[in-house]
């Protein structure tokens, strides 16, 4: 018997065909393609299984990646950070970028990621409520890489603002403006949007016309991270507290945005510092 024979006879092995002598499995291999062993065909069903499966898993994480990548790869978001680049060769806006810090809490149910600055070279930080809100531990990172426990010395929810404290001394601070910016000025923005740090923007304070009393308006683009960013004057002073963005349709459709007032924001420090 040649080699090939043999090779199909072991291929073909099943219980039919046990007890069959030399003669008829040669009758049987003239008639009829031998038989693939069963356990062979079960294991190649579920090894099919297993790949679609795995494919499906696989689709759904490159559709959650290129998500994430598009949200910050964006057009726009390229464009901010050219001019985070061409801004942060300005002496002044190096210095300044050495006050803002990154403001991490971690909580039971959720964790957030913000911006914050100091308002005095002995530790103080100012940021946003919403971004320590039900945060059990909170943590401050400076310019260096240091990271410091943040102590919560006072909290306004209605004017979404937060002091902080942190231990240490010899910080870059920034100034605040005795009252808001006039139309028209143009201001700085540095923050942490989407996850990046310490990203200069720019832009110019609009009317109140398109934001309200008691609230200043920027032109400058704001993304998820800018929360506790500091508006800063050409003269290096704080003239607001970014918290969020709004769209708006008129004349066209645009986003701008939107910063607590420094007249609010020497009220609540007035009651938080004694």
């Known amino acids: 018997m040649s080699k090939k024979d043999k090779d199909k006879l072991d291929e073909m092995y099943d219980e039919d065909y046990e007890e069959l002598s030399y003669e008829e499995f040669q009758q049987v291999l003239e008639e009829e393609p031998p038989k693939k062993p069963k356990e062979k065909r079960k294991k190649r069903k579920k090894r099919w299984g297993v790949r679609i499966v795995a494919g499906v898993i696989a689709l759904m994480l490159i559709f959650q990646t290129s998500a994430i990548l598009f949200d910050t790869f964006r057009l726009d978001a390229i464009e901010f950070l050219k001019t985070s680049y061409r801004l942060s060769q300005d002496e002044n806006i190096q210095e300044w970028k050495e006050a803002v810090v990154t403001i991490e809490g971690e909580g039971k149910y959720i964790r ?18 919403h971004v320590i809100e039900d945060q059990d531990s909170i943590g401050v990172s400076t310019e260096n890489g240091d990271v410091y426990d943040g102590e919560l010395i006072e909290t306004d929810e209605d004017k979404d603002l937060a002091l902080l404290d942190i231990e240490g001394g010899g910080f870059e601070s920034l100034p605040l403006q005795h009252r808001s910016s006039d ?21 110019d304070v609009l009317g109140a016309e398109h ?13 998820r991270g800018n929360s506790g960013s500091p508006v800063i004057t050409e003269e290096g002073e704080v003239t607001g507290v970014v918290y969020a963005k709004r769209t708006i349709s008129k004349p ?17 420090l007035d009651g938080a510092i004694e």
């Open 183 to 203: 139309e028209e000025d143009h201001i700085y923005v540095i923050g942490n949007p989407l996850s990046f740090t310490k990203i200069a923007n720019e832009g």
């Open 252 to 268: 066209e459709q645009e986003s701008i945005g939107l910063a607590v007032s420094i007249e609010d924001v020497h009220e609540f």
């Open 211 to 223: 934001t309200g009393e008691n609230v200043l308006g920027i032109s400058a683009p704001i993304y």
């Open 112 to 129: 957030s990621q913000g911006t914050g600055f100091f308002i005095e070279e002995d530790g103080l930080v100012l940021t946003n409520h």
